[in-house]
């Protein structure tokens, strides 16, 4: 895939995210790691429902930027340093997906436990990051703290970090998530007890392969 290749596929999910209410005006950021080393990412400051191919900026992995005319995103700093803990993914995509972030405003973990299927065989295990103050030092530490494996990392009152090979895979599982924690938050709303799937058993279904 050519460079230009990857920087429509940014513009096309990116605006895809904001289509589907996982951002708003000019939050949440997506980017890929280049066969070089380097890292292609969405810039800052521009409402995401108009950005183009020419707006998409590179950085090395120190967060400097190397290429492009708008000023990367503040967040490259907790991209970086996934992608420096994991060498086995390629796209991160972080949003702020409004159930995912209510789920944690009631003031819980919402995979805890968790009560369908889906959950686990998709999402496996997701790691769970305190709150800290985005797109400083202090968010990225947070971040890297917990990721370990993980290819889906929530934020206590913030959003969400989506890891995968490509950058289909990383918003898929953004997809997942966000209707996961839509039903999480829908079924703590109603006031009755929420019928968690066996332990055991969570763990059997984040071992099946599909
Ligand atoms: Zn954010």
Do not use: W
Not at 10 to 35: C, M
Not at 75 to 102: C, G
Not at 106 to 126: D, R, Y
């Amino acid at each position: 895939m050519t460079n230009h290749e990857i920087k429509k596929k940014i513009v096309q999910y990116t605006r895809l995210a904001q289509s589907r209410g996982y951002t708003v005006a000019s939050e949440g950021n997506i980017s890929v790691r280049l066969p070089d080393g380097y890292v292609m990412i969405t810039p800052t400051k521009i409402i995401k429902d108009f950005i183009t191919e020419d707006d998409i900026v590179v950085v090395d992995m120190d967060g400097n930027q190397v290429d492009g005319t708008r000023k990367a995103t503040t967040e490259r700093f907790t991209h970086l340093a996934i992608y420096k803990k994991r060498h086995d993914i390629n796209s991160i995509v972080h949003a702020h997906p409004v159930y995912t972030v209510l789920s944690t405003v009631i003031g819980t973990n919402p995979f805890e436990k968790i009560f369908i299927s889906e959950a686990a065989m998709f999402l496996k295990k997701v790691a769970f990051a305190k709150f800290a103050k985005p797109s400083t030092k202090e968010g990225a530490d947070a971040v890297r703290d917990v990721c370990g494996n993980s290819d889906v990392i929530v934020i206590d009152r913030h959003g969400s970090f989506t890891c995968g090979k490509d950058v289909e895979t990383a918003f898929s599982l953004l997809e997942i998530l966000e209707k996961y924690c839509k039903m999480y938050y829908m079924a703590s709303m109603s006031g009755k007890p929420i019928n968690f799937i066996d332990s055991s058993i969570v763990e059997e279904l984040r071992n099946v392969l599909y």
